[in-house]
Every structure is written in structure tokens, then in C-alpha cells.
């Protein structure tokens, strides 16, 4: 069988092939410097008071135009702070789940109204298998589910760093 070059502008016409290089599938964010990716779920994991909310505060102020679902069991966020760092408040939609976190953040990836997710402490109160089918779910809706929480979920996880 001869082998032949194919045209990498062929390549991404078949089925089942990434139609945008990589760098165009993540959203921007001052302190990665190859952002956050969108259809995973990325793990934002700092201690209380070490600037998870602040991460994700950058992260919506620089993309003004896309909606975002933030998920809790109990809210402890002060939405009205979102102005202060240049996030609409009305393109934030804030649910406090109770002991619906799972269903509700499956609900909202389902949607996929919602091109960024924050899942609050959700580590926390959900199993390995419930992480994977999140995963899943942001996958099938090219979404970027940010699972905050103050430990990271497995050892050995790859640790960004934030710039200064």
C-alpha cells in the first residue's frame, strides 16, 4: 500500500475531526498561559481566601459576552460583588442546589445554555463516578466546568501555578 500526503485542511473535513486548533477551543484568562480548556472539567483547588473566586472573576470579566451558571449547596457567594470586578451580574445565573448539587449541575451542563459552570465545594460532596459523568456532560457541551474546592481531588493532578 503507497502512502500519499493528505492536506491537513482535508484532514479536519472527516468525521469525528477537531474542526479548531486547540488554542481556539479554551477560554483566555490573564493568569494561564493556555487558558482554561472548554469541554473538560478543570479543578480550581486553593485553600479559603487564596483567590479561587478571583480566578473565575477573571475569567468572566474577560469574556463580557457569555453567560455562566453558578452551582452551590448552600450559596455563600455575594452576587451584588460581581460589578466590582467588571462581571454582569445579569449574565450570571446563581443556584443554591441544597443536597440536588449532582442533579442540578447536570441539569445545567444538559442545557448547554451555560458555556462556563462553577461547581462550588462540589468535590466535596461528590464520588469519583460523579466527577466523571460532570466530565462527560461539559465534554458532550463543549463547556468549562470549573470545580472549585480547597484540596485537589487526586494526588498527582497537574498544578498551575497563577502569575504575578
Given at each position: 500500500?503507497?502512502?500519499?500526503?493528505?492536506?491537513?485542511?482535508?484532514?479536519?473535513?472527516?468525521?469525528?475531526?477537531?474542526?479548531?486548533?486547540?488554542?481556539?477551543?479554551?477560554?483566555?484568562?490573564?493568569?494561564?498561559?493556555?487558558?482554561?480548556?472548554?469541554?473538560?472539567?478543570?479543578?480550581?483547588?486553593?485553600?479559603?481566601?487564596?483567590?479561587?473566586?478571583?480566578?473565575?472573576?477573571?475569567?468572566?470579566a474577560?469574556?463580557?459576552?457569555?453567560?455562566?451558571?453558578?452551582i452551590?449547596?448552600?450559596?455563600?457567594?455575594?452576587?451584588p460583588?460581581?460589578?466590582?470586578?467588571?462581571?454582569?451580574?445579569?449574565?450570571?445565573?446563581?443556584?443554591?442546589?441544597?443536597?440536588?448539587l449532582?442533579?442540578?449541575?447536570?441539569?445545567?451542563?444538559?442545557?448547554?445554555?451555560?458555556?462556563?459552570?462553577?461547581?462550588?465545594?462540589?468535590?466535596?460532596?461528590?464520588?469519583?463516578?460523579?466527577?466523571?459523568?460532570?466530565?462527560?456532560?461539559?465534554?458532550?457541551?463543549?463547556?468549562?466546568?470549573?470545580?472549585?474546592?480547597?484540596?485537589?481531588?487526586?494526588?498527582?493532578?497537574?498544578?498551575?501555578?497563577?502569575?504575578?
Amino acid at each position: 500500500m503507497a502512502l500519499h500526503a493528505v492536506p491537513l485542511a482535508q484532514l479536519r473535513e472527516l468525521p469525528g475531526i477537531l474542526k479548531t486548533p486547540l488554542e481556539e477551543n479554551v477560554w483566555t484568562h490573564p493568569t494561564l498561559p493556555h487558558g482554561v480548556p472548554r469541554g473538560a472539567l478543570t479543578e480550581v483547588a486553593r485553600p479559603t481566601g487564596a483567590g479561587r473566586t478571583s480566578f473565575v472573576l477573571d475569567l468572566l470579566a474577560g469574556h463580557p459576552g457569555q453567560r455562566a451558571a453558578w452551582i452551590e449547596g448552600e450559596l455563600s457567594f455575594y452576587p451584588p460583588a460581581l460589578p466590582l470586578h467588571g462581571v454582569d451580574m445579569g449574565r450570571v445565573l446563581f443556584i443554591e442546589a441544597g443536597s440536588d448539587l449532582l442533579w442540578a449541575t447536570q441539569q445545567i451542563l444538559r442545557s448547554q445554555l451555560f458555556p462556563i459552570v462553577v461547581l462550588e465545594k462540589g468535590r466535596a460532596l461528590l464520588g469519583e463516578n460523579d466527577l466523571r459523568r460532570l466530565q462527560i456532560l461539559a465534554h458532550q457541551g463543549n463547556t468549562a466546568l470549573l470545580l472549585l474546592s480547597d484540596q485537589p481531588a487526586r494526588q498527582g493532578a497537574w498544578l498551575f501555578k497563577r502569575r504575578a
